[in-house]
C-alpha cells in the first residue's frame, strides 16, 4: 500500500536547474532511507543521492557540488535540487524508500513509477 509520486521532471538547457520531489504515501511505521536513483538509456541503474533519518547523506560523485538532496519529514517528501545540468544528467529518474511498516517489522523497499529528466540544447 506504500505509494512514491515523483514530480519535476522536464525539458532543461545544460546548465539549468530543476527540482524533482517524491511524496510517499501509505502504511509506513519507520523511513530508514529516501533518495533517489536513477537510469539513462542502455546504463544501469545508479544511486544519485539518498536521505537517512540520522541525517546521513549518500551523493554519487558524478552529481556532488550540483544536486542538493533535502526532505520535509511531516509531508514524508524528500526534493532534489538539481543545478548545472549536464546532458549527462538525462534519465529516468526514480525515487526509493527503505523502511518498515509494523513495529519490529522487516525492512523493505519501494519504488516509484519514475520522472523524466532531458538536458539538451
Known amino acids: 500500500q506504500v505509494q512514491l509520486v515523483e514530480s519535476g521532471g522536464g525539458l532543461v538547457q545544460p546548465g539549468g536547474s530543476l527540482r524533482l520531489s517524491c511524496a510517499a504515501s501509505?502504511?509506513?511505521?519507520?523511513?530508514?532511507?529516501m533518495g533517489w536513483y536513477r537510469q539513462a538509456p542502455g546504463k544501469e541503474r545508479e544511486l544519485v543521492a539518498t536521505?537517512?533519518?540520522?541525517?546521513?547523506?549518500n551523493v554519487a560523485d558524478s552529481v556532488r557540488g550540483r544536486f542538493t538532496i533535502s526532505r520535509d519529514n511531516a509531508k514524508n517528501t524528500v526534493y532534489l535540487q538539481m543545478n548545472s545540468l549536464k546532458p549527462e544528467d538525462t534519465a529516468v529518474y526514480y525515487c526509493?524508500?527503505?523502511?518498515?511498516?509494523?513495529?519490529?517489522?522487516?525492512?523493505?523497499?519501494?519504488w516509484g513509477q519514475g520522472t523524466q529528466v532531458t538536458v539538451s540544447s
Open positions: 501509505g502504511s509506513l511505521f519507520n523511513i530508514n532511507a
Open positions: 526509493n524508500l527503505k523502511g518498515t511498516q509494523r513495529w519490529r517489522g522487516p525492512e523493505l523497499g519501494f
Open positions: 536521505y537517512t533519518s540520522g541525517l546521513t547523506t
